[in-house]
């Protein structure tokens, strides 16, 4: 089975599973889990594991508009982790986002597993259910990085624990200058933890998803939830700055990175609101790509498939 055969399976069972965390009154609860070889390597520094083993936790809460609070935290510590090192990085990242570590678990393992329950508080959560035909469909931010500083990590670039990123001795100044900053960005996302809570906060805003899994696979996420379809324009989506002059040169595919690259932490979203106006309102720019529809998911008119990340295959 691949991964959204499983989850279809696991939604039969447990019909209240389905979002990207589970509403219970006003508390919003999600865990995700990142794994040693399927989701980060040995050669990423364990400052950057374990920012980013919380922030894809809280892109989970702010996609539900949620205000984080607290976390509960589970290693599988093969012997290779210096434990009390990473403890305290975790500590540090929680102190940042001002949410508490109030528990968890520890284990042996021959590999690295980290696991984090994270739950906030929310009055008005965001489903990817309410989407309505006509809305317009919205991303928070720039797409194309995380899947561009990955292909460069797995291609001779790396980064050390205080974020100084290497390249091979050939690449040019103007590459080294983008690819450090997609390599940044792919090791140590920001989730839209404020934005979420804007969001919640106005009416017309219907449905919200975040990007983990990437692009063309959320929106089908989002879509299936709202029995709805939608229409995306590609020129209308924003991509990381540089990414079309750098991606030849480097070897990235462009329309993998912004389409299906995952663990984009940006956040997908719809309402009935002009760009202009949710922009104005939310005090910071939001990007229009397209707008939902009867059935069918469209990029300029011809099918998208979902071709995202997947960890069973």
């Not at 055969?5 to 609860?29: K, Q, S, T, Y």
């Not at 990414?243 to 690259?261: C, F, K, R, Y």
């Amino acid at each position: 089975m691949n991964e959204r055969e499983i989850i279809e399976h696991l939604r039969r069972r447990f019909p209240r599973a389905g979002d990207d965390a589970a509403v219970i009154d006003d508390r919003v609860i999600t865990n995700d889990m990142l794994v040693e070889d399927v989701d980060f390597t040995r050669a990423i520094p364990l400052e950057f594991i374990a920012r980013k083993s919380l922030a894809v936790n809280l892109s989970d809460l702010a996609a539900m508009g949620a205000h984080p609070e607290w976390a509960m935290v589970a290693l599988g510590i093969p012997q290779w982790v210096d434990a009390r090192a990473f403890i305290d990085r975790i500590a540090d990242a929680a102190s940042a986002h001002h949410i508490e570590i109030i528990g968890g678990d520890l284990s042996r393992a021959e590999k690295f597993v980290v696991s984090i329950t994270a739950a906030g508080r929310v009055s008005r959560p965001l489903l990817r259910s309410g989407a309505r035909r006509g809305d317009r469909l919205y991303v928070s931010r720039p797409l194309g990085a995380s899947f561009a500083g990955l292909h460069l990590l797995q291609n001779g670039w790396s980064i050390a624990a205080n974020g100084d990123v290497s390249a091979p001795p050939d690449v040019a100044y103007a590459q080294r200058e983008f690819g450090a900053a997609a390599i940044r960005r792919h090791v140590d996302p920001e989730p839209e933890v404020a934005l979420g809570i804007a969001l919640s906060s106005i009416a017309e805003v219907t449905s919200c998803i975040d990007i983990s899994d990437g692009l063309s696979t959320d929106l089908h996420h989002l879509c299936e939830s709202s029995q709805c379809g939608a229409i995306v324009e590609r020129d209308r989506i924003p991509l990381f700055p540089d990414l079309l002059s750098n991606a030849g040169p480097l070897g990235i595919d462009t329309a993998q990175a912004v389409l299906h690259g995952g663990e984009e932490f940006a956040l997908l979203f719809t309402s009935s609101l002009r760009e202009s106006e949710l922009s104005s309102r939310l005090g910071r720019p939001v990007y229009g790509i397209g707008r939902i529809t009867e059935r069918d998911v469209l990029l300029d008119g011809k099918p998208l498939e979902p071709q995202g990340w997947d960890h069973f295959m």
